[in-house]
């Protein structure tokens, strides 16, 4: 079973151009998530997709960031007209599901993919 | 402090020793997680703690949560040089995102 795949590692792109990162979760996880990390700090939560559902997008800049999960094929981060404040290390993580107890939602255990570490030059 | 602030923010110590990290949050919580970064790598996960629950052992690593305080440690016991990593707590809020702090730097020393 595949863990979480993300492509590219690396990526580089001038001012002004787009960035387009991919994440296919673990098998069986239809729950996405996306982190950013700049250096030396910690992850920052971005946004939550389920299939074609974008369910909390709080932690998305307002502008130039979008991201999708179709039903077929991997979770979209796209950055357009990217700056040199863009570059940081992009993280993806997947969970299989929710479930919920008295009074909580729980969320499954989120497995990390490797990142995209994207530099604008 | 940030939600999930870890201390402490570096920490090294000689192989063979036992090395304790903190973390301390703010909000209530429905599970912490514990995460492992290698250096220019990705996250992995190490272990989860639900709110109802005090104490957790995986291996060489023991986890302990204080929802009364809201703190929560990571011990990892007999360390090896393999174990030299960014340590993060993340807390988990409602039933979506993680919140994780900046980590705590841990370098073993052979």
């Known amino acids: 079973n595949a863990g979480v795949m993300q492509n590219p590692r690396h990526l580089v792109r001038r001012r002004g151009q787009e960035a387009r990162l991919r994440c296919s979760p673990m098998k069986g996880h239809s729950h996405v998530y996306w982190y950013r990390q700049l250096p030396e700090e910690g992850l920052k939560f971005m946004v939550y997709l389920q299939k074609e559902n974008i369910i909390d997008e709080s932690g998305m800049p307002k502008e130039r960031f979008s991201a999708e999960f179709p039903k077929e094929g991997p979770s979209i981060l796209r950055i357009q007209q990217v700056v040199r404040g863009d570059s940081a290390a992009y993280f993806c993580?997947?969970?299989?599901?929710?479930?919920?107890?008295?009074?909580?939602?729980?969320?499954?255990?989120?497995?990390f993919g490797p990142g995209t570490r994207l530099t604008v030059l | 402090s940030q939600q999930g602030e870890e201390d402490p923010q570096a920490l090294s110590i000689q192989e063979g020793e036992n090395a304790t990290m903190n973390c301390s949050y703010k909000t209530s919580i429905n599970n912490l997680q514990w995460y492992r970064q290698n250096s220019g790598r990705g996250l992995v996960h190490l272990i989860l703690i639900r709110s109802n629950e005090r104490e957790k052992h995986s291996g060489r690593l023991r986890v302990t949560l204080d929802t009364s305080k809201k703190s929560s440690s990571l011990l990892i016991t007999a360390s090896r040089a393999a174990d030299t990593a960014s340590y993060f707590c993340?807390?988990?809020?409602?039933?979506?995102?993680?919140?994780f702090g900046q980590g705590t730097r841990l370098t073993i020393n052979p």
């Open positions: 993340a807390t988990g809020q409602g039933a979506q995102k993680l919140v």
């Open positions: 993580a997947s969970s299989a599901r929710q479930f919920a107890t008295t009074g909580h939602t729980h969320t499954d255990t989120q497995y």
